[in-house]
């Protein structure tokens, strides 16, 4: 069941990353690893940190 719901997720997840690794920039790809509906339990936050 879940191979048949999620295949066209997985299929424009796979042809975004293609489209960002073929960009010819300097990327970062970051997905989360569990939505909930709960309140936030931390703060997070993201920076542009030179290499």
Known sequence: MYRTVLRNL???????EQAVRSSGLDWTLVYPTRL????PRAR????????
């Open 10 to 16: 997985y299929a424009n997840k796979e042809l975004s």
């Open 36 to 39: 909930t509906k709960a309140p």
């Open 44 to 51: 997070t936050s993201s920076a542009n940190v030179p290499r």
